[in-house]
């Protein structure tokens, strides 16, 4: 199984980006698909993740400026973020979990500065 992540960049403050993971080779039709972000100094930390089935979760610091949405045919899972403040700045990492077993995307780095 292969996660590539892209769309990260340089934004400035209430600007918005676009995240999209793209999975590959193995992948099962029932799975959980996140992402995650680790800031300098700062433990990994899930943003939000969704299920095969739709449903999804946030962290309380993105609800209402970030959506998770995944296509299923493409075994992709994108984040749009909104509303971006440099609290936001991170390497932002896909996650697929399936079954017993869990891979990691390379991490795309954002960084929200003016």
């Known amino acids: 199984v292969q996660l590539q992540a892209s769309g990260g960049g340089l934004v400035q403050p209430g600007g918005s980006l676009r995240l999209s993971c793209a999975a590959s080779?193995?992948?099962?039709?029932?799975?959980?698909m996140g992402w995650y972000r680790q800031a300098p100094g700062r433990q990994r930390e899930l943003v939000a993740g969704?299920?095969?089935?739709?449903?999804?979760n946030y962290a309380d610091s993105v609800k209402g400026r970030f959506t998770i949405s995944r296509d299923n045919a493409k075994n992709a899972v994108y984040l749009q973020m909104n509303s971006l403040t440099p609290e936001d700045t991170a390497v932002y990492y896909c996650?697929?979990?399936?079954?017993?077993?869990?891979?990691w995307g390379q991490g795309t780095l954002v960084t929200v500065s003016s």
């Open positions: 996650k697929l979990v399936q079954g017993t077993r869990w891979y």
């Open positions: 080779g193995g992948i099962l039709s029932i799975n959980f």
């Open positions: 969704i299920t095969s089935g739709g449903m999804t």
